[in-house]
C-alpha cells in the first residue's frame, strides 16, 4: 500500500500530540501554542525552543502546527481555544509566507500572541531572497509583546505597523555561560556546513582546514541537521583530511557548547553554530546566505565576522581567519559579555510574558505560579 507507511507516521504523530495534551492540560499550567520549526531534530531549531520553554516556566509550549490535526483535537478540547491559554511565535525566522497560515489560525482563536526573539525574512526551505510580508501588517495590533532576534528585523517590523518592537537577541542565547572557559591545550577548529558553497569559498574552507591542521591543530566537524554529516564529509575529503571527525548534536545545545567551548573559532555554515559559539565565548565565521546571519551579526556586534556565500566569500573568509587570529583577548571577553546581556534581556522579556499569564519568577531563577 502506496500511502501506508505515510499514514502510520501521521496516526502516530497525532496519538504522541494527543497524549501530550492530555497530560498538560491535567498538570493544571498555563498551555501557550509554540509556532516555529520544531520536531525535525536541527540543533538550533531545538535550543530555541528550549530556551523559550526554560525563560517562560512554568507555561508550558506545545507545538501548533494549525492543520487539520489540529482541528479534530479542538474537537476534543485539546486544540484551540478551549485548550491553549495563548500563542508564542518562536524563535527562528518566522515572518514570512511560510509561517503567515500558521499564525493567521491561531489568531482566530482571539487569544493574546506575542513574538520571542522572532527572525523577519525568508526562511530559506524553497522561498526566494525578497519575500512578500504585506499580510503581516494587519496582525501588527494583534501581538501583545514583540521582541525579535535583532535590528533589520526591527525595522523591517516597524515598516509593517509593529509598534513596540523591542530587541532581545536570538533566544539560544539563553544558553550562554558564566565565562568563556580557557582555551585547549591543542587548538580546535569547529566547522559546520549545510548547503553548497560557491567554488572559491569552498577551496578557502579547505585551505583553512588544512592549514589549521598542519599546524597541529584539531579539526572537528559538527553535524546540527540533516545531510551535514555528508556535507562535512565532502568538504574534509577535498581538504585532503577525509578521516576527519565529525560528531552528530541535533538537539542538545549543551553538548555542542561543551564541544566548542575553548575552541579558536567556529565556521559556521549553520547560523545557530554561530551562536551557540558566541554563547561558549567562541568567536564564529559566519558563512552568511540569508539576512539572518547579517541581523544576528548586528544584535551582536560581529559584523568583521560576515563572509558572504558569493565568489568574493573565499576572500573574505581569509580576511576574517586574519582578524580572528589577531584579535586579543579582550574580543572574546567582549563576545560572551554581549551575549550575556542578550541572556539577562530575555529573561526581564519572559517576566513581562509571564505577568500576563498570572505566573512569576521564583527566587532560585525558576518559575512557579502565584498563588
Known amino acids: 500500500m502506496r500511502g501506508g507507511p505515510r499514514l502510520i507516521r501521521r496516526a502516530n504523530r497525532l496519538l504522541a500530540r494527543t497524549l501530550l495534551a492530555v497530560r498538560h492540560r491535567l498538570s493544571g499550567r ?22 523559550i520553554q526554560s525563560l517562560l516556566s ?75 510580508l504585506t499580510p503581516w501588517a494587519s496582525m501588527a495590533p494583534r501581538f501583545t509583546a514583540v521582541g525579535v532576534r535583532g535590528p533589520l528585523s526591527r525595522e ?111 565556521v559556521a555554515g549553520r547560523l545557530h553554530a554561530g551562536i551557540l559559539a558566541c554563547a561558549a565565548g567562541v568567536p564564529p565565521i559566519l ?11 548586528a544584535s551582536m556586534g560581529l559584523e568583521a565576522c560576515l563572509v558572504p556565500v558569493s565568489e568574493e566569500g573565499g576572500a573574505a573568509l581569509r580576511r576574517v581567519w586574519s582578524f580572528l587570529r589577531d584579535a586579543n583577548g579582550g574580543f572574546r571577553e567582549n563576545l560572551i559579555s554581549r551575549a550575556r546581556q542578550w541572556q539577562n534581556v530575555q529573561r526581564d522579556y519572559a517576566r513581562g510574558i509571564l505577568r500576563r499569564f498570572s505566573v512569576a519568577e521564583a527566587d532560585n531563577g525558576e518559575t512557579r505560579a502565584v498563588s
Open 30 to 51: 498555563k498551555i501557550l501554542g509554540y509556532i516555529g520549526w520544531v520536531g525535525h531534530e536541527n540543533l538550533g531549531d531545538e535550543a530555541m525552543f528550549q530556551a
Open 287 to 297: 558563512l552568511a546566505h540569508r539576512s539572518k546571519y547579517a541581523d544576528f551579526a
Open 156 to 266: 523591517a517590523l516597524h515598516g509593517l505597523g509593529f509598534d513596540g518592537v523591542q530587541v532581545i537577541g536570538d533566544p539560544a542565547l539563553y544558553f550562554t555561560t558564566p565565562s568563556g572557559g580557557p582555551r585547549r591545550r591543542r587548538s580546535r577548529l569547529v566547522v559546520s556546513l549545510a548547503g553548497p558553497l560557491p567554488e572559491s569559498l569552498e577551496a578557502a574552507i579547505s585551505w583553512l582546514i588544512a592549514s589549521f591542521h598542519d599546524a597541529g591543530g584539531e579539526v572537528v566537524g559538527v553535524a546540527l541537521g540533516e545531510g551535514d554529516d555528508e556535507r562535512l564529509a565532502r568538504q574534509f575529503a577535498g581538504a585532503g583530511l577525509p578521516s576527519l571527525p565529525v560528531v552528530p548534536v541535533r538537539t542538545d545545545p549543551h553538548a555542542y557548547i561543551r564541544l566548542v567551548r575553548g575552541a579558536e573559532c567556529v
Open 58 to 132: 512554568p507555561c508550558v509550549l506545545v507545538p501548533f502546527r494549525g492543520d487539520p490535526q489540529e482541528r479534530l483535537l479542538a474537537i476534543l478540547g485539546l486544540s484551540g481555544r478551549r485548550f491553549f491559554d495563548g500563542f508564542v511565535l518562536g524563535g527562528g525566522t518566522l515572518v514570512n509566507p511560510a509561517f503567515w497560515p500558521l499564525v493567521e489560525a491561531a489568531e482566530r482563536t482571539g487569544l493574546p500572541m506575542f513574538m520571542f526573539g522572532t527572525g523577519v525574512g525568508s526562511c530559506g526551505l524553497g522561498q526566494p531572497d525578497d519575500v512578500s
